[in-house]
């Protein structure tokens, strides 16, 4: 989901639907073996991809209850909803040791964030 400030709400990606989401690490082939981290999301019923954002280190991370995570890169926020809390709590790890390794340089680049 994104966030909409100006109508004070979330707004689904794409039109929303079940996702499978995750943090992947990618290498940039123009980047002289540079590294970076990408959270990814892609629509199950039809493989689209619905959520793409580059992680960056100083990326605001909110965990609003158990099942309901957001985040805010430069300008733009994200939201999660996720089935279950341990999906949740997954998910929050996989971010937090991916901001980990970028503040400690074993990877980074920063990116623009898009979707």
Not at 43 to 68: G, H, I, M, S, W
Not at 93 to 104: S, W
Request: with cysteine; proline share 3%.
């Amino acid at each position: 989901m994104t966030r909409d400030d100006s109508s004070g709400g979330w707004l689904p990606q794409e039109g929303g639907g079940l996702s499978r989401v995750g943090v992947c690490k990618v290498t940039y082939p123009e980047g002289n073996g540079r590294s970076g981290f990408l959270i990814h999301g892609e629509r199950q019923k039809d493989k689209l991809v619905v959520l793409e954002c580059f992680v960056k280190k100083d990326l605001v991370y909110t965990k609003a209850n158990p099942t309901f995570h957001h985040w805010k890169v430069d300008n733009r926020k994200f939201g999660l909803t996720f089935q279950s809390p341990a999906d949740a709590r997954a998910f929050d790890r996989g971010v937090r040791k991916a901001i980990e390794d970028l503040i400690e340089g074993s990877v980074g680049v920063d990116m623009d964030t898009s979707t």
